[in-house]
């Protein structure tokens, strides 16, 4: 009888944990549906994913879990928090999958985490999806092998591996088709877009984007439908059909405003390239500005760089170059940030036009400068990019010849014909090598050459603008020069007038030779200016000469100055006022200072620092 009300004890317990444990998943599904049906980017909506996630470390079904894991760590993506935490949530999911033992559904997880690592451009990004592949080719699924082969595609899209991002989205989409999948061909398709985009083939971008929107309109997935609408925008602005993207864009816009806030953003810079190319600059601006504010929740560095290329394109055109040149600066910075290459050339050009713009010229150079050395890099890098996949297809021509060639020695005494396919295979294989290492030795010499010759024309652009300041500085002194000698002039007219003020008292002449003789001090200022320019024109000859004569005084170094300008004694005693008797006893004077003897010759003692 005890055992009975034991047994009935246990067996309520474990009915009632059953149930609350069916009211916590339903609780926490409910609130999941609700979420997703009006997903707005706000604190309160935030807060409920971020409890509703520790709510789900208690259920105990792995698999429920792991599906519970992904869903809001989806939610928290689509309102545009592609953070630590999101990625957090995710890999609590893989793990909570993986040990439920399904391995179909950890395809599933693979590539949440494979989802994540692509928009946030991880290093481990071609890890994951090879691994996704892995795993879905061990579930056999085809559909799991679709979607796998996409991620990769999508993988070679971000290293700019257009080829090999091609061939797998076109076996993706063979796969899809085979199965009857629209969705999946959907999805391919906007990746294809991407890559015809890229390979400048615009119209099979727009078309491959077309298809997947009238997809997604058909199959009720608005999000999905509207993204495809932004996408094709896209490609219709590179093409500059500015009527269709009036068409199309505002149906992306309605349906993404509230609920999609990094297509959101698109939507904003869509809008100000839009009015850019439509010549509304103020509207354009308003657009880019709105933009920044809504990716301010996103914090997509990227799209920042792009806001801020676009906000100085709308206002150079307005004829602003000073805000120009600020947003210039902030895209400059950014772009740095990122480390992203691509952005980086697009920025630095923009900064050295925009530097231009207002006058800082040698900010705008340095700017061109950098651009054309990081452009050079980045051709050099595709060039390896190019040599790298040329040594993978040798390798793995290679190994698949090894096994032909070892299969081949199993069966060389029953067939001779065997053994001489071997020598050719042999032959081919050491040809393939042959080859892969001419290319790579010359392209390894057209790097060379072509970084030469970029560092041969920005030396020459700097000795060219070295020779024109040179060129100014000396026409600046000589035009200071010039000064000082009319002021001479004019104190030599003063001392004739003093002469004959002697014979003749007149006070109105008098009132005039006082104003005169106020340019005496202007004159010693002149010389100061002239000496001063003169020195940092020559910073190592004036310390070489001080060096070795410590005592020279004002005057010795305004006459060195003129010595080593090729003034002759008549110039020089116009310059300073006095007698060419004067010039020779100054030059006397500093003749004993330099410890010269009556052979040495002066101008050629001054010549010689």
């Not at 896209?234 to 297509?263: C, F, G, M, W």
Request: contains cysteine.
């Amino acid at each position: 009888m005890r055992t009975n009300r034991l047994f009935c004890v246990l067996a309520f317990c474990f009915l009632s944990t059953c149930v609350l444990a069916q009211s916590a998943q339903g609780k926490i599904d409910s609130l999941y549906k609700q979420l997703k049906a009006n997903l707005e980017n706000n604190t309160s909506n935030l807060s409920k994913i971020d409890t509703a996630i520790r709510s789900i470390d208690k259920i105990e079904n792995d698999a429920v879990a792991g599906d519970f894991y992904h869903k809001f760590a989806n939610l928290r993506l689509d309102m545009g928090h592609w953070d630590s935490i999101s990625r957090l949530v995710h890999q609590k999911g893989y793990d909570r999958t993986k040990a439920s033992g399904d391995f179909c559904k950890l395809v599933i997880s693979q590539f949440n985490l494979t989802r994540y690592a692509l928009f946030q451009d991880s290093p481990d990004l071609f890890e994951l999806a090879n691994h996704g592949l892995e795993l879905a080719e061990e579930c056999g699924d085809l559909k799991h092998i679709a979607h796998a082969q996409s991620f990769i595609g999508a993988a070679f899209i971000n290293s700019s591996d257009y080829k090999n991002a091609l061939k797998n989205l076109i076996e993706s989409e063979k796969n899809y088709t085979s199965i009857e999948d629209s969705l999946g061909i959907a999805m391919v398709n906007l990746d294809l877009s991407m890559v015809y985009s890229n390979l400048q083939e615009k119209q099979k971008s727009i078309e491959a984007t077309k298809k997947a929107a009238f997809i997604y309109k058909n199959a009720g997935r608005d999000i999905n439908y509207a993204v495809a609408l932004i996408d094709m925008c896209s490609s219709y602005l590179d093409i500059k059909k500015t009527d269709s993207v009036i068409k199309y864009l505002p149906i992306a816009h309605k349906i993404v405003e509230n609920r999609h806030q990094l297509a959101n953003a698109y939507v904003y810079q869509h809008y100000g390239n839009l009015n850019i190319q439509l010549q509304k600059y103020d509207e354009a601006i308003k657009n880019l500005k709105k933009g920044l504010d809504v990716n301010k929740t996103i914090d997509d560095s990227s799209l920042n760089a792009n806001f801020y290329n676009f906000l100085v394109s709308a206002y150079t055109e307005k004829k602003n170059p000073e805000l120009a040149y600020v947003y210039a600066l902030k895209s400059d910075s950014v772009s740095k940030a990122i480390g992203d290459n691509y952005e980086r050339l697009k920025s630095l050009l923009t900064f050295a036009k925009a530097s231009h713009e207002i006058g800082k010229h040698k900010q705008s150079h340095g700017a061109f400068l950098n651009y054309i050395e990081l452009k050079d890099s980045i051709l050099g890098e595709e060039k390896l990019k190019e040599v790298a996949a040329l040594e993978k297809l040798y390798e793995a021509e290679k190994r698949e010849n090894q096994i032909k060639i070892q299969q081949q020695e199993n069966d060389l005494l029953e067939t001779k014909n065997r053994a001489a396919n071997n020598r050719n295979i042999a032959l081919l294989i050491s040809l393939l090598s042959l080859a892969a290492v001419a290319y790579a030795l010359v392209n390894k010499f057209r790097l060379r050459a072509t970084k030469q010759k970029a560092l041969t024309k920005v030396k020459e652009l700097e000795n060219t603008n070295l020779s024109q300041e040179l060129e100014y500085q000396k026409r600046e002194l000589t035009s200071k020069a010039l000064h000082i000698a009319q002021k001479n002039e004019m104190l030599s007219e003063l001392k004739e007038d003093l002469n004959q003020l002697e014979k003749d008292s007149n006070k109105g002449k008098v009132s005039l030779l006082i104003n005169k003789l106020h340019i005496d001090k202007q004159i010693d200022d002149n010389w100061e200016q002239f000496t001063n320019q003169f020195i940092e024109m020559n910073p190592d000859f004036f310390k070489s000469i001080n060096e070795i004569y410590g005592d020279l005084t004002k005057n010795d170094i305004r006459l060195i100055a003129l010595l080593k300008m090729k003034y002759d004694s008549n110039s020089i005693a116009s310059l300073l006022n006095i007698s060419p008797e004067g010039v020779k006893k100054a030059r006397y004077r500093l003749r004993k200072k330099l410890n010269l003897t009556s052979n040495d010759s002066l101008e050629k003692h001054i010549m010689s620092f």
